[in-house]
């Protein structure tokens, strides 16, 4: 009994941390293919909870041309910081490394033959972020 009150504060205080990173990250965000001329898709970072994450909106349908298996139905902060998108039925579509900026990731995907991602923030908000505008 005495490990278990340790154990549930651990886990308690992990979900508060991860559901703090979700909320900072709340905005509109880009996911692009790295490389000229590759596809730019504008999505919605929301802290609206949904079963396995936060809701993902604007143009998932084109994340999902990305070369992903499924549509985008939400997004988190995993217990090592990386962003992952999960499908309805929360498989893991893609995850994206965290750069040491705090605000943008990077999923390489060319050990499997496809194009690598970015989740930044858009150029007209990268000033913006985090002034409380």
Do not use: H
């Not at 990077?106 to 972020?129: K, V």
């Amino acid at each position: 009994m005495k490990l278990a009150l340790p154990l549930a504060f651990l886990l308690a205080s992990g979900a508060a941390a991860l559901a703090e990173d979700n909320a900072n990250l709340k905005s509109a965000y880009e996911v692009w293919e790295d490389f000229e001329g590759g596809r730019v898709c504008r999505v919605e970072l929301t802290d609206e909870r949904t079963i396995g994450g936060n809701v993902i909106g604007g143009d998932v349908a084109c994340v999902r041309e990305l070369d992903l298996d499924e549509e985008p139905a939400a997004w988190l902060i995993d217990n090592e910081g990386w962003f992952v998108l999960i499908d309805a039925t929360r498989r893991i579509l893609v995850r994206f490394e965290p750069s040491p900026d705090g605000v943008s990731f990077y999923a390489d995907r060319r050990a499997d033959g496809l194009p690598s991602l970015n989740l930044t923030l858009p150029a007209d908000e990268q000033n913006s972020f985090g002034s409380g505008d």
